[in-house]
Structures are given as structure tokens and as C-alpha cells.
């Protein structure tokens, strides 16, 4: 866990209001506490987010899907049912920078908080609304969930056996991408409220980022008018890139250029492929793809993947294992790269999550606090921030408004 003695983040003086739920939202708020922004997370009394009860596994009580996504913020409840509720959040709104959300389309405007209030009350104040489909065109308003988003966008079509079933990738990425471009979209208004001086509304949606991640794919439909297809771990536009079986378990290949595959036909013993016509251009081999597939397969499967990798690797050709989650985990190089960090939980005790992907060398992201524990942060934050006293605080807990 950082210590509070190290560098402030690059986000130390922001404070934002999480009113997100599942995934995608709490994702993004996460990234923004990462990077040292103040996270107050505000959720139903009594029930919380979603995720609290997504299960199991759990931790003494706590939702591993919850611990994983709602770290570096304060908790507090609040009944946004309640006139009284809203009043409280319109005053949080006040002092915040962002407010992030993912109601349904028009959940804040029939609260009162609309562009207008906004304008009036919070001018500074960077909305950033994250929906299924946004709110124009034929699905506009209706919910989106990361399953039906990788169907509708077409990730599905291109994932899994050539002649098989399309498959869903094994994590919500469409969920996690959208967090990430919602987590951009901050950053950016953020930047530009110190030439304005005033914040604006960002819109996030599940299925522009599932179409946006086609990228590459979508760039070959759009250039050729072919509908892609799937190539189970193959690759649309590289040979050979894919997995091969070995004597006694499978090897991640990734020859990217001609140079590579002039030395991995070596290393495989078979210099004249390179030098074959079919196969010593990647387009030649993007064409053949079936017939050096079978020959690296028919040669792969005479040995050990331990023999290959050594091989392989002194030669300087990219290849891997094909690891499990533990195996990924508990790796090396995981731990060198900070991946796994330890931090104490109020309820939960020492617990285990992913670390943060990246470094700044200046002023460091960091794992500061532990996901909260429903409505821990309510006297804190109401005393604090909207200064009420302890008989008024009582007062909303004994009213159901906290």
C-alpha cells in the first residue's frame, strides 16, 4: 500500500462524484483515483452497488468483483428518492470537478440537474455520462450490457474457432474500454477547463467503443467492402501468428515481419521457406496461410515446448506460453512490474488486487485507500465537505437519507 509520504498524484486536487454502478463507471473513477483524485463513490442506502453481491468468490463478506474496481475512494449513501438526498448531492456537486454516471438517459435532467443547472450552480463541473447506446439513433436511450455489446458490434464475429461458435472475450472489455475512453474524455476536458474555465458533458457509449475496437478489422471491411471472419488465434493481416501445438503443450507465435520468418524457418529447420514464393512475402503468406500453417504445425509437433522457446527466443522470434490466470498471476515478471500489490481492508483484512498498469516518474499514481465498505465515509464527508453537524447528520440517518 503507497504511503501518504510519497509524491501527490497528478490528479491531487480533483474531486469527483461517482455515482456509477457495475463496471464501467466504477472502472473509469478507479482510474482517476488512481492517478490521486478524490473519489467520493455514492450509493443506495442499504443495498450499494450491484457488484457488493456479485458472487462468489468473497472475501469475508466483500465482493471480489467490488474489491476489484472501487479502490482510492470515500463511501457514502445517500436516497436520491429523497428531495432531502438530492439537496445534499446537488451541494457535493457544487464542490466537485466531475461527476460521472451511467442512470439511465435523463436521470440527472429529472432531478433538477440539467446543462442549465449546471450552467448556473456548477459551471466548472465536467459531466461525464456513460450509456449503452447513447441518446440519438434507433437504440438511443435503451440499457447496455457488455454481453449484448460484443455481439451487436461485431467483436463476436471475429473471435473464437474459424468454423465454430463466435465467442465473447472472458472478460466485460467493452466495459472496460468504455471506462477507459470515458477516463480519457476527463482528462482531456480537464485540460481544457484551464484554457475556458469551464467544464462541459462527456458522452461515453458501450457500443461506439465495441465498434471503435474493431480498428484494425474494420479498417480491412471498410478498404475491401469483405466482411471479416474468424481465424480462431490467427491473425487477419499476419502469418504465422497464431498457436501451435508442440510435442507436450501449446506456443504463442508472433512472427511480424520477413526477417523474423526467414530465421524462424531456420530455427524450424527449414531454410527454403523463406525462399519459397508462396510463403517468403507476408502477403504471400497471408494468401497461404493454410498450407505454412500445416507445415508449422507438422514441424512444431515433433518437440517439447521447453526445446522450442530456447530455440526460439536466441533467435530472437516473439513466442510465449499460453498461461492460465494463476500461472499469468503468480509470473515473474507480474511481480517486477508491481501488478499484485496488498493493502489492508476494515472488513476484509489483507487483500489481494491488481496494481496499476503504468508509471509516472514525477508524481506517481498510487493505491492509497481500500474499496469502502458501504457508507463508510458518510459522517466524514457530510461533516467535511457539506458541513453539517453531527445532531443534522443524525438527523439524515434516523430519516433514511443516508
Keep these: 500500500m503507497t504511503q501518504d509520504s510519497e509524491p501527490l498524484g497528478p490528479l491531487n486536487s480533483v474531486r469527483v462524484i461517482d455515482l456509477s454502478r457495475i463496471l464501467a463507471g466504477p472502472f473509469c473513477t478507479m482510474n482517476l483515483g488512481d492517478l490521486g483524485a478524490e473519489v467520493i463513490k455514492v450509493e443506495q442506502p442499504g443495498k450499494g452497488d450491484d457488484t457488493r453481491s456479485w458472487g462468489p468468490p468473497f472475501v469475508d463478506g466483500e465482493s471480489a468483483y467490488f474489491l476489484g474496481v472501487n479502490r482510492n475512494k470515500r463511501g457514502i449513501t445517500l436516497n436520491l428518492k429523497d428531495p432531502r438526498g438530492l439537496e445534499l448531492l446537488k451541494s457535493l456537486l457544487r464542490s466537485a470537478d466531475v461527476v460521472v454516471e451511467n442512470f439511465k438517459s435523463g436521470t440527472l435532467e429529472k432531478w433538477g440537474i440539467t446543462e442549465e443547472w449546471r450552467e448556473r450552480e456548477a459551471p466548472r463541473l465536467i459531466h461525464c455520462e456513460i450509456t449503452g447506446y447513447g441518446n440519438s439513433g434507433p437504440r438511443g436511450g435503451m440499457p447496455g450490457y457488455d454481453f449484448l455489446m460484443q455481439a451487436e458490434s461485431g467483436l463476436m464475429s471475429i473471435t473464437g474457432d474459424q468454423d465454430g461458435d463466435p465467442m465473447k472475450l472472458g472478460v466485460a472489455i467493452v466495459d472496460v474500454c468504455t471506462g477507459m475512453y470515458a477516463t480519457m474524455g476527463i ?186 465498505a458501504l457508507g463508510a465515509d458518510n459522517d466524514s464527508v457530510l461533516a467535511d465537505l457539506l458541513k453539517l453537524t453531527p445532531k443534522q447528520i443524525e438527523e439524515c440517518r434516523r430519516n433514511g437519507i443516508v
Design 187 to 372: 482528462l482531456a476536458a480537464l485540460n481544457a477547463r484551464e484554457r475556458t474555465g469551464r467544464g462541459q458533458k462527456i458522452e461515453a457509449t458501450l457500443f461506439a467503443t465495441g465498434v471503435s475496437m474493431l480498428v484494425n478489422v474494420a479498417s480491412n471491411y471498410l478498404a475491401s467492402g469483405k466482411t471479416p471472419g474468424r481465424y480462431g488465434n490467427g491473425h487477419p493481416n499476419i502469418v504465422p501468428y497464431r498457436a501451435f501445438a508442440c510435442a507436450d503443450g501449446n506456443i504463442a507465435l508472433a512472427v511480424g515481419n520477413d526477417v523474423q520468418f526467414a530465421r524462424f524457418a531456420e530455427c524450424l529447420g527449414h531454410p527454403e521457406w523463406s525462399r519459397d514464393e508462396r510463403f517468403e512475402r507476408n502477403e504471400n503468406r497471408v494468401r497461404n496461410r493454410e498450407e505454412i500453417d500445416a507445415l508449422i504445425a507438422e514441424t512444431m509437433a515433433t518437440r517439447k515446448t521447453a526445446e522450442w522457446f530456447a530455440d526460439l527466443q536466441v533467435q530472437g522470434i516473439p513466442c510465449g506460453p499460453i498461461n492460465k490466470v494463476n500461472d499469468a498471476i503468480e509470473d515473474p515478471q507480474t511481480s517486477a512490474l508491481g501488478m499484485v500489490a496488498s493493502l489492508d481492508h476494515a472488513t476484509a483484512g489483507t487483500i489481494r488486487m491488481l496494481g496499476i498498469p503504468y508509471s509516472l516518474s514525477g508524481t506517481p499514481a498510487s493505491i492509497r485507500k481500500p474499496p469502502p
